[in-house]
């Protein structure tokens, strides 16, 4: 079963911290790999997306890696703002095109 | 605007009645799909499709159905509701290959009484 876990389940930083959140997965066969945040009661907001080609991608202070030989990608959210505070979702697209999620990181930056 | 649209937003029904949710995108995007969120058990696929009267099972798709007749709409039927089935859902959609982000819609909240 192709399965995403994402560690830690709960994270509370105080502002200006630096974030890292960690997804990891079973089957190295993917297509791509996509960073969401959600908030709550809300939808998906597409952060990233790396391509099972890449190494890694940035957009503004946020960076995110891949490493698809050994199963690990790791969102790092530089110098963080109380805007921030959020769930982070992990999402694995498998060579069979199906998309599994991992369970979320939430976030919590204390002013 | 690029845009997945799913209506209705929110829907409170009874055991049995029949419903179906509506998912449309304006991408001309092959690979659509419908995922549940439940607390504790986050987002699970339950079906998706590599293009028009062509649709596979995702991890969850018992007491589901799904049509594609058209390119750009994607409905999810509940035949018969159950409360198991009250849940936060979530219609997709993506390019070809594999290369594209996807494209997820606002979210219906369904209630089944």
């Known amino acids: 079963k192709q399965e995403v876990t994402q560690i830690p389940a709960a994270l509370s930083v105080p502002e200006g911290e630096n974030l890292v959140l960690n997804c990891s997965f079973t089957?190295?066969?993917?297509?791509?790999l996509q960073w969401f945040r959600q908030d709550p009661g809300k939808g998906l907001t597409s952060l990233l997306l790396?391509?099972?080609?890449?190494r890694e991608q940035t957009s503004g202070r946020l960076n995110a890696s891949l490493d698809k030989s050994s199963g690990r990608s790791t969102l790092y959210i530089a110098a963080s703002q109380p805007g921030d505070s959020a769930t982070y979702l992990c999402a694995v697209l498998f060579d069979d095109y199906k998309l599994s999620f991992g369970a979320g990181t939430t976030v919590t930056v204390r002013a | 605007e690029a845009q997945v649209t799913q209506n209705p937003r929110y829907l409170i029904t009874v055991t049995g009645k029949k419903l179906t949710v509506t998912c449309s995108q304006n991408?001309?995007?092959?690979?659509m799909s419908w995922y549940r969120q439940d607390p504790g058990l986050g987002l699970r696929q339950i079906y998706y499709?590599?293009?028009?009267?062509?649709?596979d099972k995702g991890d969850v798709p018992e007491g589901y159905k799904v049509s594609r007749k058209e390119k750009r709409n994607f409905p999810l039927i509940l035949e018969s509701p159950s409360p198991n089935q009250t849940s936060l859902y979530f219609c997709?959609?993506?390019?070809?290959?594999?290369?594209?982000?996807?494209?997820f819609g606002p979210g219906t909240r369904l209630t089944v009484l």
């Open positions: 997709a959609s993506m390019g070809g290959g594999g290369s594209d982000t996807q494209y």
């Open positions: 499709s590599m293009n028009v009267e062509v649709t």
């Open positions: 089957d190295s066969a993917i297509y791509n």
């Open positions: 991408m001309n995007h092959e690979y």
């Open positions: 790396i391509q099972s080609s890449q």
